[in-house]
């Protein structure tokens, strides 16, 4: 096979008919917000996984409503990318497997093209397991918004 300088050092060569292409290129971010409070299912992320919350508990903390929160849909990928200077050991990325809301204060990403959303969830997986976006973060409280951390990730693809 044909191959060509894949333009990032650590990856090397990878085959000519591939193209690099920016995350965005692949995914938009999902903002939709809860208004009116219709939707009750709630999620969170927690240990890499996107679960079901019970909205009526009266343990922990949550907020007086969740008009704030995103609907989130099947095939969404979420991520916390806040207080990247703490917690080196938890997980921040998740894939949505069922339609509900989550706290804006993660990043939720929409597929924006026909693509397999399994796939992007495992590399950025990799990227958190590999620890890449705490090197990335900014502020105080070391954070990153969906332009900030996306506007330089790049994927592989044979398009």
């Not at 193209?19 to 992320?45: C, H, I, M, T, W």
């Not at 009526?56 to 991520?79: A, K």
Request: proline letters at 3%.
């Amino acid at each position: 096979m044909e191959m060509k300088d894949g333009g990032i050092e650590w990856v090397g060569n990878v085959p000519a008919h591939w193209d690099v292409r920016p995350l965005y290129y692949y995914f938009a971010e999902r903002k939709k917000k809860n208004y009116l409070g219709q939707e009750q299912n709630l999620l969170s992320l927690s240990y890499g996984k996107v679960i079901r919350k019970d909205i009526n508990t009266s343990e922990g903390l949550l907020p007086g409503s969740f008009n704030g929160y995103n609907i989130i849909e099947p095939g969404d990928i979420v991520l916390r990318l806040t207080d990247l200077q703490n917690d080196k050991r938890s997980l921040r990325t998740g894939l949505v497997k069922e339609h509900g809301i989550i706290t804006s204060a993660y990043v939720t990403l929409k597929a924006a093209k026909e693509v397999v959303p399994e796939y992007f969830h495992y590399l950025l997986h990799a990227y958190d397991v590999m620890k890449v976006l705490y090197n990335m973060g900014n502020g105080v409280r070391q954070g990153l918004n969906y332009s900030r951390a996306f506007q330089d990730a790049h994927c592989r693809t044979a398009d």
